[in-house]
């Protein structure tokens, strides 16, 4: 092929990107695909958030009969709250006090974007991909998460068909939460399983400038 | 080279060097690899381009556009393929450049476009 690949210069001049620029306008030109299907698509991609990954779990940690539901079948499961993920299977995976679950795609980087968005760059890089499968325990640490040693660790590696999600466990702490206020302490990171969600009342806004009287 | 057999009594063939062509480029499973960087960017808009313009082309309808009924121009595994067949280079380019590539090779390899029209358009582009 005339066109360079992975050429260090044409990459730090966006050659990627006017790749991508001329790809797209001569498909247009041939008919092939329209300006207005691409920004469809896009919109569509980008509606996608792990809020959506979010609201299942707090749903699923305030009615157990939706929760066994999800455990059984995640794709069903999430499609009751108007999540569609086509074909793709779902396999929906739950922390215990004893078993902490954290999800991959060695191969690729393969990931429940309906459900998540878009996947972090470390989720995609080679060093989270090679070493979460052979040293979870460590991968965990430079994440900030530090598991008691009687905690099982289980790698769930995602494949082109068979996407994950972690269920995490309930924090203490949260008796008589909303299905709101729980959906707001899980994070995306808590959904792959490098983290997990504590409870944390809001943060109380930071003050802008000391109090009057009270500067120096 | 390693074998036994799985919990289904299938025989698994597991490569154990990383030099042989059994184990591809983006095959890393289990291999030592530095400090994870926690550093993210938020997804662009050629990227965001890139993924929609190949989720419409895997679209079996799609080549009636251009006389060929029935037939979809971009696969996923065809996509990462081409990614894989980067060899070393394939760990120097980003998620989303390897997937700009790919696409392209894929429309060139089914002579969807070709890489002297890609070239010339490419000269066009700021």
């Not at chain 1, 929906?92 to 974007?113: D, F, G, K, W």
């Not at chain 1, 991909?129 to 289980?154: I, K, N, Q």
């Not at chain 2, 971009?74 to 394939?90: K, T």
Request: negative net charge.
């Amino acid at each position: 092929m005339n066109l360079p690949v992975a050429d260090e210069a044409v990459k730090d001049s966006g050659y990627y990107r006017r790749l991508q620029a001329a790809v797209e306008e001569l498909l247009i030109l041939k008919g092939i695909v329209g300006r207005e299907e691409i920004d469809r698509e896009v919109a569509i991609m980008e509606a996608r958030s792990y809020r959506r990954g979010a609201a299942v779990v707090a749903r699923a940690w305030v009615d157990p009969a939706y929760r066994a539901r999800l455990l059984a079948d995640g794709a069903g499961a999430v499609r009751e709250l108007g999540i569609e993920i086509g074909a793709l299977h779902l396999i929906v995976v739950e922390n215990t006090a004893q078993l902490h679950n954290v999800i991959v795609c060695t191969l690729c980087s393969c990931y429940p974007r309906a459900l998540l968005g878009m996947p972090p760059d470390w989720y995609k890089n080679i060093e989270y991909r090679s070493r979460v499968v052979r040293e979870p325990r460590a991968v965990l640490a430079e994440f900030g998460l530090a598991l008691a040693d009687d905690v099982a660790v289980r790698v769930h590696d995602s494949t082109a068909d068979m996407r994950y999600l972690v269920l995490p466990q309930r924090p203490e702490g949260t008796q008589g939460w909303s299905e709101e206020q729980l959906l707001e302490i899980v994070s995306r990171d808590a959904l792959v399983g490098v983290a997990v969600p504590v409870a944390v009342p809001a943060a109380p806004p930071s003050p802008a400038s000391p109090a009057p009287g009270l500067a120096a | 080279m390693t074998s036994h057999e799985d919990s289904r009594g299938a025989a698994v063939v597991r490569d154990t060097g990383t030099s042989t062509p059994l184990r591809g480029p983006h095959d890393v499973g289990g291999l030592p690899a530095g400090p994870i960087s926690l550093d993210e960017h938020a997804t662009t808009e050629w990227e965001y381009r890139c993924w929609a313009i190949a989720t419409l082309l895997r679209d079996p309808m799609r080549g009636a556009r251009i006389g060929r009924p029935g037939e979809a121009l971009a696969g996923l595994d065809e996509s990462r393929r081409h990614g894989e067949e980067l060899g070393d280079r394939y760990v120097k380019l980003a998620y989303g450049e390897r997937a700009v590539h790919a696409l392209t090779r894929m429309l060139v390899r089914r002579g969807v476009l070709d890489e002297a029209e890609i070239a010339a358009r490419l000269a066009s582009i700021a």
